[in-house]
Protein backbone atom coordinates (compact mmCIF):
# COMPACT_ATOMS: atom_id res chain seq x y z
CA UNK A 1 0.00 0.00 0.00
CA UNK A 2 1.69 3.52 -1.06
CA UNK A 3 0.98 6.52 1.35
CA UNK A 4 -1.70 7.82 -0.88
CA UNK A 5 -3.77 4.58 -0.68
CA UNK A 6 -4.00 5.10 3.05
CA UNK A 7 -7.69 6.11 4.56
CA UNK A 8 -6.32 8.89 6.27
CA UNK A 9 -4.29 10.08 3.37
CA UNK A 10 -3.43 13.26 3.41
CA UNK A 11 -3.95 13.69 7.01
CA UNK A 12 -0.44 13.08 8.11
CA UNK A 13 0.04 12.64 11.93
CA UNK A 14 3.46 12.82 13.77
CA UNK A 15 4.59 12.89 17.54
CA UNK A 16 5.25 16.23 18.42
CA UNK A 17 7.74 15.58 21.54
CA UNK A 18 9.87 13.44 19.64
CA UNK A 19 9.74 16.21 16.58
CA UNK A 20 10.78 19.25 18.95
CA UNK A 21 14.08 17.66 20.90
CA UNK A 22 15.40 17.10 17.49
CA UNK A 23 14.22 20.32 15.80
CA UNK A 24 15.50 22.73 18.67
CA UNK A 25 19.43 20.36 18.42
CA UNK A 26 19.28 21.19 14.64
CA UNK A 27 18.47 24.83 15.49
CA UNK A 28 21.12 24.97 18.07
CA UNK A 29 23.40 23.88 15.66
CA UNK A 30 22.08 26.11 12.99
CA UNK A 31 23.19 29.03 14.89
CA UNK A 32 26.22 27.72 16.26
CA UNK A 33 27.19 27.36 12.41
CA UNK A 34 26.25 30.75 11.43
CA UNK A 35 27.99 31.86 14.42
CA UNK A 36 30.95 30.75 13.07
CA UNK A 37 30.25 31.75 9.82
CA UNK A 38 30.19 35.49 11.16
CA UNK A 39 34.42 35.46 12.26
CA UNK A 40 35.23 34.69 8.53
CA UNK A 41 35.90 37.39 6.58
CA UNK A 42 33.93 38.34 3.75
CA UNK A 43 35.72 36.34 0.61
CA UNK A 44 35.22 32.93 2.56
CA UNK A 45 32.05 33.22 3.41
CA UNK A 46 31.41 33.74 -0.02
CA UNK A 47 33.50 30.88 -0.64
CA UNK A 48 31.73 28.47 1.85
CA UNK A 49 27.98 29.44 0.47
CA UNK A 50 29.14 29.30 -3.33
CA UNK A 51 30.65 25.72 -1.77
CA UNK A 52 27.37 24.80 -0.03
CA UNK A 53 25.41 25.69 -2.82
CA UNK A 54 27.35 23.45 -5.05
CA UNK A 55 26.97 20.43 -3.26
CA UNK A 56 22.95 20.99 -2.61
CA UNK A 57 23.13 21.02 -6.65
CA UNK A 58 25.04 18.17 -7.14
CA UNK A 59 23.81 15.82 -4.34
CA UNK A 60 20.21 17.27 -5.15
CA UNK A 61 20.24 15.89 -8.77
CA UNK A 62 22.55 12.56 -7.96
CA UNK A 63 19.02 11.32 -6.22
CA UNK A 64 17.32 12.00 -9.27
CA UNK A 65 19.95 9.59 -10.71
CA UNK A 66 21.77 12.59 -12.30
CA UNK A 67 25.24 13.34 -12.49
CA UNK A 68 26.26 16.89 -12.81
CA UNK A 69 30.00 17.86 -12.75
CA UNK A 70 30.63 19.93 -9.73
CA UNK A 71 33.01 22.55 -11.88
CA UNK A 72 29.85 22.72 -14.37
CA UNK A 73 27.39 23.46 -11.54
CA UNK A 74 29.90 25.89 -9.74
CA UNK A 75 30.48 28.90 -12.44
CA UNK A 76 26.47 28.97 -12.62
CA UNK A 77 25.71 29.51 -9.38
CA UNK A 78 28.91 32.30 -8.89
CA UNK A 79 27.59 34.08 -12.02
CA UNK A 80 24.18 33.91 -10.33
CA UNK A 81 26.08 35.37 -7.12
CA UNK A 82 27.72 38.35 -8.79
CA UNK A 83 30.57 36.41 -7.95
CA UNK A 84 33.81 36.53 -9.97
CA UNK A 85 33.83 33.37 -12.74
CA UNK A 86 37.09 34.34 -14.42
CA UNK A 87 38.72 30.85 -15.30
CA UNK A 88 36.01 28.83 -14.79
CA UNK A 89 34.08 26.65 -17.59
CA UNK A 90 30.52 27.77 -18.62
CA UNK A 91 27.91 25.52 -17.69
CA UNK A 92 25.10 23.77 -20.35
CA UNK A 93 21.74 24.29 -20.26
CA UNK A 94 20.86 20.97 -18.24
CA UNK A 95 23.04 22.52 -15.09
CA UNK A 96 21.49 26.15 -15.44
CA UNK A 97 18.48 24.87 -15.11
CA UNK A 98 18.61 23.08 -12.09
CA UNK A 99 21.14 26.07 -10.49
CA UNK A 100 18.13 28.10 -11.48
CA UNK A 101 14.96 25.88 -10.09
CA UNK A 102 17.56 25.38 -6.77
CA UNK A 103 18.16 28.96 -6.29
CA UNK A 104 14.78 29.99 -6.40
CA UNK A 105 13.87 27.61 -4.12
CA UNK A 106 16.38 28.49 -1.57
CA UNK A 107 16.38 32.17 -2.12
CA UNK A 108 13.05 33.08 -2.60
CA UNK A 109 11.90 30.40 0.32
CA UNK A 110 9.62 32.87 2.08
CA UNK A 111 7.52 32.88 -1.49
CA UNK A 112 4.51 30.95 -1.80
CA UNK A 113 4.72 27.68 -3.72
CA UNK A 114 2.11 27.79 -6.73
CA UNK A 115 1.19 25.69 -9.74
CA UNK A 116 2.65 28.33 -11.69
CA UNK A 117 6.25 28.02 -9.49
CA UNK A 118 6.26 24.60 -9.91
CA UNK A 119 5.73 24.65 -13.64
CA UNK A 120 8.36 27.27 -13.77
CA UNK A 121 11.09 25.16 -12.50
CA UNK A 122 10.08 22.00 -14.36
CA UNK A 123 10.49 23.78 -17.55
CA UNK A 124 13.80 25.33 -16.34
CA UNK A 125 14.92 21.74 -15.40
CA UNK A 126 13.84 20.56 -18.84
CA UNK A 127 14.05 23.16 -21.30
CA UNK A 128 14.27 20.80 -24.61
CA UNK A 129 11.07 19.30 -23.40
CA UNK A 130 12.23 15.77 -23.04
CA UNK A 131 14.45 13.70 -21.06
CA UNK A 132 16.70 11.64 -22.63
CA UNK A 133 15.14 10.40 -25.71
CA UNK A 134 11.54 10.55 -24.04
CA UNK A 135 9.28 13.42 -24.46
CA UNK A 136 7.99 14.98 -21.84
CA UNK A 137 5.22 17.01 -20.88
CA UNK A 138 6.48 19.93 -19.36
CA UNK A 139 5.37 22.87 -17.20
CA UNK A 140 1.98 20.50 -16.49
CA UNK A 141 0.15 18.19 -14.36
CA UNK A 142 1.63 14.56 -16.08
CA UNK A 143 -0.84 12.22 -17.93
CA UNK A 144 -1.20 8.66 -17.61
CA UNK A 145 -0.31 8.25 -20.97
CA UNK A 146 2.43 6.31 -21.29
CA UNK A 147 1.11 4.47 -17.96
CA UNK A 148 1.56 5.46 -14.01
CA UNK A 149 4.54 7.11 -12.91
CA UNK A 150 6.43 4.88 -11.30
CA UNK A 151 9.63 4.53 -9.09
CA UNK A 152 11.78 1.47 -10.17
CA UNK A 153 14.93 0.00 -10.09
CA UNK A 154 16.53 -2.79 -11.79
CA UNK A 155 16.85 -4.50 -15.00
CA UNK A 156 13.36 -4.05 -17.75
CA UNK A 157 11.64 -6.71 -17.34
CA UNK A 158 12.53 -7.53 -13.41
CA UNK A 159 12.53 -4.13 -12.38
CA UNK A 160 11.03 -3.37 -9.41
CA UNK A 161 8.34 -1.12 -7.70
CA UNK A 162 9.42 0.90 -5.60
CA UNK A 163 6.73 3.66 -5.73
CA UNK A 164 3.43 4.25 -7.95
CA UNK A 165 2.25 7.56 -7.77
CA UNK A 166 -1.39 8.77 -7.42
CA UNK A 167 -3.27 8.50 -10.93
CA UNK A 168 -3.09 11.41 -13.24
CA UNK A 169 -6.65 12.37 -13.08
CA UNK A 170 -6.36 12.88 -9.22
CA UNK A 171 -3.61 15.15 -9.47
CA UNK A 172 -4.89 18.66 -10.04
CA UNK A 173 -7.24 18.01 -7.11
CA UNK A 174 -4.18 16.46 -5.12
CA UNK A 175 -1.93 19.11 -6.14
CA UNK A 176 -4.50 21.87 -4.67
CA UNK A 177 -5.03 20.58 -1.64
CA UNK A 178 -0.85 20.31 -1.02
CA UNK A 179 -0.52 23.55 -2.09
CA UNK A 180 -3.37 25.36 0.10
Known sequence: MYIHERKDWPKLHWNS????GLLADVRHRQGRL?????ALGFGLREEAVLQTLTED?????????????????RPSIARRLGMDTGG???ADR???????????????????????????????????????????????WRDDSDGPMQVVSGPVGRARVHFEAPAA????????????
Open 17 to 20: EVLA
Open 34 to 38: LGQMQ
Open 57 to 73: VVKSSAIEGETLDPEAV
Open 88 to 90: LKP
Open 94 to 140: NVEGVVEMMLDATRNYDKPLTAARLFDWHASLFPTGSSAMRRILVAA
Open 169 to 180: ARLEEEMAGFLA
